[in-house]
């Protein structure tokens, strides 16, 4: 009897051990369903965001709170911008903040360093509903050709679109090609800046314009970069460049130019127009008054064809730590800070664009006319993710050549198919 008690507690220990071991993990990338850890329970959750967004985080928990009158909740607030929010998080990622934000570029990094946790059941179901498509493009990762989605959309704003000085530009007709917006800017003497050298950000709207014309990465399980196959050098993309050189040849075109050039310019009364974001909607404003205009991209004429110029979308994200404590209570909360209401007031008090297709429809939006032409662009634009790493320093010194030319229709079409052989070369990987 003795021995059958004794057996039965070293199986009961064992039983014990084996639940401990499996409640334990690292990197987390199971799924999350709706259901919290229960009621009544204290929580103390740290979020990180943006020092000009702390106000407006802080009322946002504090209402989270409200509605969660069942629970008790001690909140910790970072301040951490979303461009570097990946290396802020990875530097201590086991004990970094439970719920953040961060730029949509940037998910790829934090998935394969275990900072994000997924987003499943219920809550997956919301978000993708409730949201735009490229907004969730944005926010999911591609795994073994199944895409699972890793983060909460907050705002979709960070593209480039024209401004415009209306005195110039009556017709709104002389804004659809970039062709009419050059000839008009020029015999009005004034000057287009859109910034295609140097950036390879801005130049990439000219080969978006094909959709045959893309890059593909390929990834591990860990998010490494294995390989990168791109087709830019093909003979569509030799158009481009044939495109480009016609434009960076207009005299009324500015290529080589950044955002103190364009505000200088429309400082001065020299720029009819520029490409440019949200970032200086303020002070073009304050400069144009009533004669500020807004619009999407102009359409190019490449290879004969008038074709939409398109571009990035750049997303900001909020994410779960894959290290948090109380997973299933941030995952509740970031589906809460990234809700139809609160982005609707991520739009009145800031400004931002909203992923949440109902705001996007309101009026309030829609009348904005930033936000009108942010979304009218954002039907074309590919969501700012799984760049190759080594796309933007070629890029940018693409059409180095043209720009610097003394006369750039010089440059014969040998030579550019030669610029995007370089290109291909510096980009594209093979797999090992």
Same mark, same amino acid.
């Given at each position: ?50 020092? $000009? ?13 409200? *509605? ?38 940037? &998910? ?24 735009? *498509? ?6 999911? &990762? @591609?795994?073994? !050709? $199944? ?39 020029? *015999? ?27 890059? $593909?990465?390929?990834?591990? $399980? ?41 505000? *200088? ?38 290879? !004969? ?13 909020? !994410? ?17 800070? @990234? ?49 190759? !790493? ?43």
């Amino acid at each position: 009897m003795k021995r059958f008690i004794k057996a039965l507690y070293l199986a009961l220990a064992l039983i014990i051990c084996l639940s401990a071991f499996v409640a334990c993990g690292g990197k987390d990338t199971s799924e999350t369903n709706s259901a919290g850890a229960g009621e009544g329970q204290k929580y103390t959750l740290t979020v990180w965001g943006a020092q $000009e967004d702390q106000a407006m985080l802080k009322e946002m928990c504090e209402a989270y709170a409200a *509605a969660n009158p069942q629970n008790q909740y001690k909140f910790l607030f970072g301040v951490q911008g979303e461009n570097d929010s990946a290396d802020k998080v990875l530097n201590d990622v086991t004990s970094g903040p439970d719920v953040y934000s961060f730029a949509s570029d940037q &998910i790829n990094k934090l998935f394969a360093g275990g900072a994000l946790a997924r987003v499943g059941g219920d809550i997956e179901k919301n978000i993708k509903e409730i949201n735009s *498509a490229g907004s969730i493009d944005a926010a999911t &990762i @591609t795994l073994g !050709g $199944e895409d699972q989605l890793y983060a909460y959309p907050m705002t979709g704003d960070n593209c480039y679109f024209v401004y415009y000085d209306k005195r110039v530009y009556g017709d709104l007709g002389n804004l659809e090609t970039l062709d009419k917006m050059l000839d008009t800017a020029k *015999a009005a003497g004034k000057k287009v800046h859109f910034k295609l050298n140097d950036d390879g950000w801005y130049l990439s709207s000219f080969f978006f314009a094909n959709p045959d014309l893309k890059y $593909e990465v390929t990834y591990n $399980e860990n998010m490494v970069e294995t390989a990168v196959d791109i087709n830019y050098n093909n003979a569509a993309g030799l158009e481009v460049m044939k495109s480009l050189r016609t434009y960076v040849a207009h005299e009324a075109l500015v290529a080589q130019t950044d955002d103190s050039k364009i505000i *200088a310019a429309f400082t001065s009364g020299e720029a009819a127009a520029a490409i440019s974001g949200t970032w200086n909607a303020a002070v073009i404003k304050d400069l144009l008054g009533d004669n500020m205009g807004v619009c999407k991209l102009p359409t190019a004429n490449i290879g !004969g064809t008038q074709v939409q110029l398109s571009g990035y979308m750049g997303y900001k994200l909020i !994410g779960v730590n894959g290290y948090s404590q109380n997973k299933g209570e941030a995952h509740k909360l970031a589906q809460w800070l @990234t809700n139809e209401q609160n982005q609707l007031k991520r739009f009145e008090t800031r400004g931002f664009g909203p992923t949440n297709t109902t705001v996007a429809a309101t009026d309030a939006v829609k009348n904005d006319v930033i936000m009108s032409a942010v979304l009218a662009q954002s039907q074309f634009n590919r969501a700012q993710k799984s760049v190759p !790493g080594n796309y933007w320093t070629p890029m940018g010194s693409l059409i180095t050549p043209l720009v610097t030319a003394e006369d750039c229709t010089l440059i014969t079409d040998e030579e550019l198919q030669g610029y995007l052989d370089s290109l291909v070369s510096q980009i594209a990987k093979k797999a090992e």
